[in-house]
């Protein structure tokens, strides 16, 4: 297929230090084409790909420290238009910006929405767009928020991005990601003193959460068992993960995926969780980790963590939540999209042709199109289910 990857421009793609939904269309970009699909990433010019790139900023906003990212937006917006009738989908990862542009660009169009979705303005958003193909990135994500959901595609990793480290030799708990209040990382840092583990915190502070950071987390960082570390590259993620005994991830808000969870399982490391948003969808209970809904808990979860078997943790990531898995779920997206054109009055309402046959529900309902991994063991990797 011809497929437009559309990524924000705040990261690069790849990103060069923290970027979750930017290092998601990188691993989805490099596995299509790796599968011979005729890819085209939109993205900032300091991206690296195999796909055609179209720069779509210098370099990456946040690093750049641009702080208005609209006039890129805008331009983004623009170059897709110009390319739209050379692909057969646009698949958009930029939130919503790209809403009115979809309904004249003539190309089919999916979106996946990253973030979370329990904002007042989806709702207004989605009464004024109720066509717009959705897919989530976990089913909890989207449970508050009616929409033409059209699939749940669940994250994933290439392979050989990380390897698996037996032992977890440097004996620590880790916490890896951003230090912000849904976070948590006060959390982290009581259960690794309750429980007797040293603690080392890789993360970024956006200046949105400096306060928080100097206020509420630096006066917890003392003594010699609690260390930060500031944010990490991929490559001094595969050491960080794969020498701890187990990852905190105490998050207190409805996380969308975390990707740091099986980031972790991908080295082998067992995963401590609380149970919201996507985790009871990511942890398999007493296998790849254990998911807690107190601090007494996790501080009992952390001891039984050693336990476990990495190798089994590392084996149910190669079950669940490989790139190659991801990529060929959302071509089904794709192909199911591309197959059922949709004509567009010239106000924008969309209209179908007399023999055309709906793809999707009226508003509200989610169609049969479920894409989700097997959890059981040894089983293969489930497609479609109606």
Sequence with gaps: MRIAQISPLIESVPPKLYGGTERIVSYLTEELVRQGHEVTLFASGDSETAAELISCAPTALRLAQVTDSQPYTV????KIRRRAGDFDIAHFHSDFFHFPLV????????TTLHGRLDLPFYRMLLDEFPEMPLVSISDDQRRMLAAQWIATVLHGLPKDLYSFSAAGEGGYLAFLGRISPEKRPDRAIEIAKRAGVPLKIAAKVDKVDQTYFDETIRP???GPDVEFIGEVNDNEKQAFLGGASALLFPIDWPEPF????IEAMACGTPVVAWRRGSVPEVIDEGVSGFMVEDIDEAVEAVHRARSLSRQAVRDRFDQRFTIERVAHDYVRVYNSLAAEPILRAAGGTPRRGAEERPLRAPLGRVIPMQLQPLRATGQKTQGMTV
């Design 220 to 222: 917890l960082i003392k």
């Design 75 to 78: 331009m983004q917006l623009e």
């Design 258 to 261: 975390g990707l740091v969870q």
């Design 103 to 110: 309904r004249s660009l003539g190309t089919p169009s999916v």
